[in-house]
């Protein structure tokens, strides 16, 4: 048996178990390598989606740089056996600019490129990132940087979009009613988790601010929004407003609904928002689901 010398790394890797590369017999040029995925006979049935999950990417959404969890797919037609999921990625990578743009005409962009590359006739793409925005306080104004969660949702099928959906979920203040009211004094309130899944017409361009106004539909119609930075006056108005506009859930979800059933551009939307409740062990909740 060698003796091995265990003053270098490769002793030390054979000490604890490694041994050398066996002399193989397979190609080792990618021209000379068996191509599975490209064998071409009956499948039995043709595949709607398949593709990536939980890829992480730099992404910029609006003036700010931030990580993006996408899932790609691809549809698939009977006569194939798999895709190429390598071409996923240099798809993404044809579009990335110090990040991919989360909007609605790049993610179009990224599955063209995909449906191009991949010759698939459908393809659809999901990501979700921290969306950073300004805020003032309510009465010194002083900036500080806000956020909410956002998901984008969109498909293709040939040279149509079937689907486009944009989720928000933020954080508000909801001070309940019913304390309120049987109480000689104070309210209790509690943190409120607002999500927001808005299906978007196909064909309707959308403003520049059409974020912000389904932001603005969630957090308004709270009894208050959160702030960043808040100074003793803005603190006194925050607690003001928030105990001049209680809020059930049933209420919020149902005001946030006659704000968004107003906008054309939304083609119907599901809401909920789940109260951690400050004086109970559980949490409350309420969705509503609509469509016009």
Not at 244 to 252: G, I, W
Request: glycine residues 6%; proline residues 3%; charged residues 25%.
């Amino acid at each position: 048996m060698t003796e091995l010398d265990l003053s270098t790394r490769e002793g030390r890797w054979k000490h604890f178990g490694s041994v050398d590369p066996i002399e193989g017999t397979k190609p080792v040029v990618k021209e000379e390598m068996t191509d599975l995925q490209s064998t071409n006979k009956n499948f039995l049935f043709d595949i709607e989606e398949v593709g990536i999950k939980n890829l992480v990417y730099p992404v910029k959404i609006d003036d700010y740089q931030t990580a993006g969890t996408f899932s790609f797919s691809t549809s698939l037609t009977q006569d194939e056996k798999g895709i190429n999921m390598s071409r996923i990625l240099e798809s993404v990578e044809k579009h990335y600019d110090n990040g991919i743009q989360l909007n609605f005409t790049s993610l179009n962009e990224v599955l063209r490129t995909l449906q191009t590359s991949m010759k698939q006739s459908a393809a659809g793409v999901d990501v979700s990132g921290k969306w950073f925005f300004n805020r003032l306080s309510p009465v010194t104004n002083i900036k500080a940087i806000g956020n909410a969660d956002v998901t984008f949702g969109l498909a293709i099928d040939g040279d149509s979009i079937t689907r486009k959906e944009l989720t928000i979920n933020a954080a508000v203040t909801t001070l309940c009613p019913c304390s309120k009211e049987i109480s000689e004094y104070s309210a209790h309130n509690q943190r409120g988790y607002v999500t927001v899944k808005a299906y978007l017409d196909k064909d309707t361009p959308l403003n520049d601010n059409y974020k912000e106004i389904i932001l603005d539909a969630m957090e308004a119609n709270a009894s208050s929004i959160l702030y960043p930075i808040l100074k003793r006056p803005d603190e006194k108005s925050v607690t003001e407003r928030a105990y001049e506009n209680p809020r059930f859930v049933e209420d919020l979800i149902r005001l946030i609904a006659a704000d968004l059933v107003g906008f054309e551009w939304i083609e119907g939307f599901d809401i909920e928002c789940r109260n951690e409740e400050s004086i109970h062990q559980h949490d409350a909740f309420a969705k509503i689901k609509y469509r016009k």
